[in-house]
């Protein structure tokens, strides 16, 4: 680690107040040992809650490339997807995570790989964040042999150590990840499941039975609300008595969160596992952010909401954007290495989907397997009474 | 409080199904430390039918759960900590309940295995009781073992007597793969006589093969939970008239032990099933179909028939409901036409 010489500066931060930092310099050749210290101007909003996550950030220049990487890798490889959707390489339910990547990196800067994670069928970024690859998440769109469940679940139902999917069914997933975190408690072993929904499954009885159990036995349980301002084609005015999902937990503390900036979602993240991992139960986190495509690939997304504000999200908030100008702006990176992290991500999608689009469909002997786990082998009946087909575990 | 134990020379002792029910899970929870038990009552109450009596006492609050009157969450909180590597025990008062959790039984727990081609199993059973009770009328008393039975992806499991209910339950806590477990409430208190093998912690019943609970030559009763009591009461009526009824105790409804009623129909010659629950898209409905699917078919020598609940919702009334469910007198008729004497 390079010693370095410090600057103090002065900055004035939007609304009028100065503040004073430090910043590290180093030799403006080599990127090496440059840390950033951020400073939010826009404070968390809380409820029930004493304090927020801190008004500072410190990025490192490896997290910040990575959390490029990650985003763009997200980004490009569901705007593939879109791609392929439309060329019919793709068939089903599939919706894009576009726009709302910081979310998932985020989130997952702020926990462990061994900490538990469950959300709803907007999945394919975390299923990225949570250790799956490209190549298998691509193949299983496709519904190929090669895909991360063999091309039997498709894009609703991908799973990966610790992430339980992937889940269909509108606010089921919320009871699960309550369960995931009662066996992390019963366990003993310091972990915590996070666990997503959107602004539309926001309003599902069963969050709020779970909200209620989670809170009783003091679950170690962050619960997310992805907030895209649209469930399908409603917006959230015309779903919910009150928009305000962060105060919604009522009894459950709570914070609401620029979702679109990723260290903020990080340090809130940060916050809400400290508080889940020193006992004190639950917590509960709106990300606010916004999906570029429409709910699926069957929605246009332009019925419910204008392109200019679309547009507007795209040139003022976007993700990726954001942390790419932070960083250029403060010397964390240059632009030819972002170019080349661009072309190598670029390289990776082409090779995954290229993969996606040859490897073979599932051997129609797989058609019955997986029915059980851990039993002999058994019949199955076909479509008629003389086909019986073979299952195994 | 004392369950009915009486000594025999051979080391017999009589058991209540809620007795076996008890033992089997107090020993399972001992054997295993990830299995717990939640449910409504479950614990201080010693459980609304006493199935879980003495369980709170002697393993406390972290593996039996007293949970809030909140089905679907509940529910899913239990197939989430079985994804997690638990082994839950999920308790609805009765199965009636289970309607509002059905989407956490069938969605996330029967589908996923299959779904995630194998990577994600989940070890639960969904325990209670089902079917008729007394004087619960239409909404308490419903069979849900054709809804369950419908599924691939759950074992669909249903004891009749004492000795079922522990080779079974054990069995379904063992397994690892979700398992609907159709008590009946009826039963809970009828004494069994269990052998000392029976007895035994290790004592497992294979989930999927039936039990021919008694031999006869002349016609196949099968069925499943508490008319199985009826069917032999029926068989040993019948013997009286020197017709010798073959009964077979199904015990399991998914996966359908097939063979063990063709074997039996092969010998017989006649087939009648006796279920509670309502006929539409039922049990005997299944029965029926495979029989003509299979071998067994060119055996019958008459129609295979079904004698099942009335069609309707189950009424209040005592006479009224006596008369919507199978009576033994039903079965004698239905065999004496089949078997056109």
Known sequence: CRKASAKVITINVSGGNSKEIFELFTNKLVFSDFYLFYIFWQKCDLHKLEEGPPLQAVLSREEGLQYYRTMQTMRRMELKADQLYKQKIIRGFCHLYDGQEACAVGIEAGINLSDHLITAYRAHGYTLTRGGTVREIMAELTGRRGGIAKGKGGSMHMYTKHFYGGNGIVGAQVPLGAGVALACKYLGKNELCVCLYGDGAANQGQIFETYNMASLWKLPCIFICENNKYGMGTSVERAAASTDYYKRGDFIPGLRVDGMDVLCVREATKLAAEHCRSGKGPILMELQTYRYHGHSMSDPGVSYRTRDEIQEVRSKSDPISMLKDRMLSNNMASVEELKEIDVEVRKEIEDAAQFATTDPEPPLDDLCNHIFYNDPPMEVRGTNPWTKLKSVS | ?341
Not at chain 2, 213 to 229: C, F, K, P, Y
């Open chain 2, 1 to 341: 409080m004392a369950s009915l134990r009486c000594f025999l020379r051979s080391g017999k002792v009589f058991v209540t199904v809620r007795d076996a029910l008890n033992q089997a899970m107090d020993e399972e929870l001992e054997r295993d430390e990830r299995v717990f038990l939640l449910g409504e009552e479950v614990a201080q109450y010693d459980g609304a039918y006493k199935v879980s009596r003495g369980l709170w006492k002697k393993y406390g609050d972290k593996r039996i759960i007293d949970t809030p009157i909140t089905e679907m969450g509940f529910a899913g909180i239990a197939v989430g900590a079985a994804m997690a590597g638990l082994r839950p025990i999920c308790e609805f008062m009765t199965f009636n309940f289970s309607m509002q959790a059905i989407d956490q039984v069938i969605n996330s727990a029967a589908k996923t295995y299959y779904m995630s081609a194998g990577l994600q199993s989940v070890p639960i059973v969904f325990r209670g009781p089902n079917g008729s009770s007394a004087g619960v009328a239409a909404q308490h008393s419903q069979c849900f073992a054709a809804w369950y039975g419908h599924c691939p992806g759950l074992k669909v499991v249903s004891p009749w007597s004492a000795e079922d209910a522990r080779g079974l339950l054990k069995s379904a806590i063992r397994d690892d793969n979700p398992v609907v477990f159709l008590e009946n409430e009826l039963m809970y208190g009828v004494p069994f006589e269990m052998s000392e093998e029976v007895q035994s912690k290790d004592f497992l019943i294979p989930i999927g093969k039936a039990k021919i609970e008694r031999q006869g030559n002349h016609i196949t009763l099968v069925s499943h939970s508490r008319m199985i009591s009826l069917c032999l009461d029926a068989a040993a009526v019948l013997a009286k008239e020197g017709i010798e009824c073959e009964v077979i105790n199904m015990r399991t409804i998914r996966p359908l032990d097939a063979e063990a009623i063709e074997t039996s129909i092969m010998k017989t010659n006649h087939l009648v099933t006796v279920e509670g629950g309502w006929p539409q898209f039922g049990i005997g409905a299944e029965i029926l179909a495979r029989i003509m699917e299979g071998p067994a078919f060119n055996y019958l020598d008459a129609p295979a028939v079904r004698v099942t609940g009335v069609d309707i919702p189950m009424p209040y009334a005592k006479n009224l409901e006596d008369n919507s469910i199978p009576q033994i007198k039903d079965i004698i008729f239905s065999v004496k036409k089949t078997l056109n004497v």
